[in-house]
């Protein structure tokens, strides 16, 4: 009942937010924002603490100005996504800027799949749905939310705007293999799997676990991999593009690691850059107060 309860007031948030003006919504937003950050919930601590570590030294001053910062990024991450259905496809293209898009546009011309590798910075579906606007099929993964009603609503949303979302379970990467092979763009999140499968990577010099995914499926396919990193602009996002150079040397597993670490050292130059878009509320590290049961 409690998680029925949930959905609801999310789904009546969801609606009066589309039909605010713009104003006022991201006004709202705002001061959710400053009112969280105020009340230092777990995840606004788990927040601080993660940007304590890519931007080690900082005052206690500047450190709060930063995660102000990073918290209002957040919630106009959730702003856009509940407005950005009701956005025109000029509206999304005239609001995306490029960095070395050829990466990721030239393979799809050529017929070619490409595997792009993202973390938590600024709004992932924003960039999605611009590529979906230009007419590129675009595949991606989610974990089932809870309730069960909240998935489904995300998953019709991100349908909507032109997404194959696939649920994680043990067919899903069967089923990228060959979406991949299918010259469709698979796009993933992946700064973060604390999973027994997550490849073990240095992050701003702490140990970190990353998903094997995006490297295994380059490997498998021949397909390029290519990191984005989205950060906010005054009118939309930005979206630079990197490409990961794929090992050829060793076995798969090595291999695997080898391009895991590179694009967490990808990851790590765009978050430096633009530490007040990443979204990264949860735990990342693991060691020290990072420890498993944290």
Not at 75 to 97: G, K
Request: with cysteine.
């Amino acid at each position: 009942m409690i998680d029925k309860l949930a959905a609801l007031a999310y789904f009546a948030g969801w609606r009066i937010v589309r039909v605010l003006p713009h104003k006022w919504a991201y006004g709202l937003f705002e001061k959710l924002a400053k009112y969280l950050v105020k009340r230092d919930g777990k995840g606004v601590a788990r927040l601080r603490s993660n940007l304590s570590r890519i931007k080690p030294g900082l005052s206690e001053a500047d450190m709060d100005a930063l995660l102000r910062q990073a918290m209002s990024s957040y919630l106009r991450y959730w702003c856009d996504t509940f407005r950005i259905q009701d956005w025109s496809a000029s509206q999304i293209q005239e609001s995306v800027t490029l960095t070395r898009g050829e990466l990721l546009l030239d393979p799809m011309r050529e017929g070619r799949g490409v595997v792009i590798a993202l973390p938590h910075s600024g709004n992932w579906d924003h960039a999605g749905a611009y590529f979906c606007s230009l007419g590129i099929p675009l595949v991606t993964v989610a974990e089932r939310l809870k309730p069960e009603a909240l998935f489904q609503r995300f998953l019709r949303y991100r349908q909507a705007m032109g997404f194959e979302v696939l649920a994680i379970d043990s067919r899903s990467f069967a089923t990228l293999i060959k979406r991949a092979l299918e010259k469709r763009l698979i796009a993933l999140v992946a700064d973060r799997d604390l999973s027994a499968s997550g490849i073990d990577v240095n992050f701003f010099g702490f140990p970190a676990r990353m998903p094997a995914g995006p490297a295994l499926l380059a490997i498998k396919t021949g397909i390029p991999l290519v990191v984005a990193h989205v950060s906010y602009t005054q009118n939309g996002i930005h979206i630079e593009f990197t490409s990961v150079d794929v090992s050829e040397d060793g076995s798969e597993s090595e291999r695997v690691a080898q391009m895991t670490q590179r694009m967490a050292s990808l990851f790590e130059k765009g978050i430096a850059a633009h530490p007040q878009d990443w979204h990264m509320l949860q735990r990342i590290w693991t060691d020290g107060d990072f420890k498993e049961n944290s």
